[in-house]
């Protein structure tokens, strides 16, 4: 199986501040990563596709970028109902697919 | 509006069995493909098992293989999971999720509100 690492495990900022979150690969996924937001409670929901793509209806302020192993999601400017926890998923090797441990963004 | 909603979850004793349902609705059930995914209390996504768009494919996660059965019902619009054997470990919100695409781009695009597993004495 692929092994998807996501760093940091959590990470605390304010309103308004850029954030980067990185996903790496054990091998090469091209550029088959997804990534999705989970609130406590709630299911995750899908935010970007191969490694870019904005899913339908989800802000501007998230990008994703990366190729082969290494991969960043970032969020231009925070805003409250971003804190949640975010992970990464490879679909490279489908369907067993794998996820990254989850990175929890929290309130400074 | 695509609506995925899994039912069947409680307290079960290790080595017994559950059989999780997920009844789709806005959606043409018959031609998605569709996983199961869990999710231990604290911790992160665990992919468990896939179903094809006939049910005639199959594929499962190790730690569950050979003790769950994913199947569908296209007539009914509704996909299961039998779990047997059923470990301490396998408790976890289990989801319901589509396996969308763009191309060769997969993607887990709609997913159902959880139902949890609790295994344990």
């Known amino acids: 199986d692929i092994q998807m690492t996501q760093s940091p495990s959590s990470l605390s900022a304010s309103v308004g501040d850029r954030v980067t979150i990185t996903c790496r690969a054990s091998q090469s996924i091209i550029s088959y990563l997804n990534w999705y937001q989970q609130k406590p409670g709630k299911a995750p929901k899908l935010l970007i596709y191969?490694?870019?793509t904005l899913q339908s209806g989800v802000p501007s302020r998230f990008s994703g970028s990366g190729s082969g192993t290494d991969f960043t999601l970032t969020i231009s400017s925070l805003q409250p109902e971003d804190f949640a926890t975010y992970y990464c998923?490879?679909?490279?090797?489908?369907?067993?697919?794998?996820f990254g441990q989850g990175t929890k963004l929290e309130i400074k | 509006q695509v609506q995925l909603v899994e039912s069947g979850g409680g307290l079960v004793k290790p080595g017994g069995s559950l059989r999780l349902s997920c009844a789709a609705s806005g959606v043409s059930f018959s031609e998605n493909y569709m996983s199961w995914i869990r999710q231990a209390p604290g911790k992160g996504l665990e992919w468990v098992a896939y179903i094809s768009s006939s049910g005639t494919t199959t594929y499962y996660a190790d730690s569950v293989k050979g003790r769950f059965t994913v199947s569908r019902d296209n007539a009914k619009n509704s996909l299961y999971l039998q779990m047997n054997s059923l470990r301490a470990e396998d408790t976890a919100v289990y989801y319901c999720a589509r396996d969308g695409n763009y191309g060769d781009l997969y993607y887990f695009d709609y997913w159902g509100q959880g139902t949890l597993v609790t295994v344990s004495s």
């Open positions: 191969g490694t870019s």
């Open positions: 998923q490879q679909s490279d090797i489908t369907p067993r697919v794998t």
